[in-house]
T-cell receptor
Framework: DTGVSQDPRHKITKRGQNVTFRCDPI?????LYWYRQTLGQGPEFLTY????????KSRLLSDRFSAERPKGSFSTLEIQRTEQGDSAMYLC?????????????FGSGTQLSVL | AQSVSQHNHHVILSEAASLELGCNYS??????LFWYVQYPGQHLQLLLK??????LVKGIKGFEAEFIKSKFSFNLRKPSVQWSDTAEYFC?????????????FGKGTKLSVIP
């Protein structure tokens, strides 16, 4: 167990509905990342936080996606008006430190299916 | 933006065979390089990383990787694979010294080891 928890493990929703995922990182980790992975692809960066500040967002992240980390601990990722193309595994990771070579600890992910 | 290419989609080996998985990246500046592994039913975890110094890095479970700057490569090797090495392997790169903490992954190589 890496210590990064994601909830729910699976989410099935209808197109047009809003969904929210939660990530609880390892408690002392200052950085938190969201990635998305589709079948046959590697994880794709979405956004990251340093403490409560969202410092970077992928250009691929549409305005239907929003993420928060209000107290620098857990984070939520919300997708509004879901589309079938949003179906993917959403991965959360956390790390400790401020260097580029820090090890990321990944959670098991939330599998989203949009019908 | 940087990109990562992994040459093999699926590799099938018999136990005790030697392994080499190719990885090339596109960014010309200073980089940090990683191999992550995902065992069946488990989360992504770090296998090894390179950020400076000796270009031959050793990781867990007998894996090693060699950074060849002139070839923009970071190939993963293991002299003798075991059935328990069956997993998906992802190469990843991050630009060092840039303002971004975006880790870019390759598409992954699935390794199947036959007992």
């Amino acid at each position: 167990d890496t210590g990064v928890s994601q909830d729910p493990r699976h989410k099935i929703t209808k197109r047009g509905q809003n969904v929210t995922f939660r990530c609880d990182p390892i408690s002392e980790h200052n950085r938190l990342y969201w990635y998305r992975q589709t079948l046959g692809q590697g994880p794709e960066f979405l956004t990251y936080f340093q403490n409560e500040a969202q410092l970077e967002k992928s250009r691929l992240l549409s305005d239907r996606f929003s993420a928060e980390r209000p107290k620098g601990s857990f984070s939520t990722l919300e997708i509004q008006r879901t589309e079938q193309g949003d179906s993917a595994m959403y991965l959360c990771a956390s790390s400790l430190g401020n260097r580029h070579n820090e090890k990321l600890f990944f959670g098991s992910g939330t599998q989203l299916s949009v019908l | 933006a940087q990109s990562v290419s992994q040459h093999n989609h699926h590799v099938i080996l018999s136990e005790a065979a030697s392994l080499e998985l190719g990885c090339n990246y596109s960014y010309g500046g200073t980089v940090n390089l990683f191999w992550y592994v995902q065992y069946p039913g488990q989360h992504l975890q770090l296998l090894l990383k390179y950020f400076s110094g000796d270009p031959l890095v050793k990781g867990i479970k007998g894996f090693e990787a060699e950074f060849i700057k002139s070839k923009f490569s970071f190939n993963l090797r293991k002299p003798s694979v075991q059935w328990s090495d069956t997993a998906e392997y992802f190469c990843a790169v991050i630009r060092s010294g840039a303002g971004s903490y975006q880790l870019t992954f390759g598409k992954g190589t699935k390794l199947s080891v036959i007992p």
